[in-house]
């Protein structure tokens, strides 16, 4: 009856990761951002590679993956200004 909802926890992972990943960056956590960055990475090709989700979902989540990297490009701590010193 309710088969729509077997997709819906296959892909759940990629979701709180992609999730936390946008929190991180929105809150500018740089470092946790980019450890969900390859968190995502990791988890997608082995859901690809176990077959547990869709070409189409895969695809999907590659269009995120491509925006992430370029977003994430240079963000780090060293192109960071230190302020606190006098």
């Known amino acids: 009856m309710f088969g729509f909802l077997k997709k819906v926890?296959?892909?759940n992972s990629l979701e709180k990761i992609a999730q936390e990943l946008e929190m991180n960056m929105s809150?500018?956590?740089k470092d946790a951002?980019?450890?969900n960055f390859r968190?995502?990475?990791q988890t997608?090709?082995?859901m690809e590679a176990e077959g547990k989700i869709s070409e189409a979902q895969?695809?999907?989540y590659k269009?995120?993956?491509s925006a992430y990297k370029e977003k994430l490009k240079n963000y780090?701590?060293?192109d960071q200004k230190v302020t606190w010193i006098f």
């Open 9 to 11: 926890g296959k892909v």
């Open 27 to 29: 809150n500018n956590y």
């Open 33 to 35: 951002a980019q450890e």
């Open 39 to 41: 968190e995502f990475v």
């Open 44 to 46: 997608l090709s082995s």
């Open 58 to 60: 895969a695809e999907n």
């Open 63 to 65: 269009r995120k993956l």
């Open 76 to 78: 780090t701590h060293k």
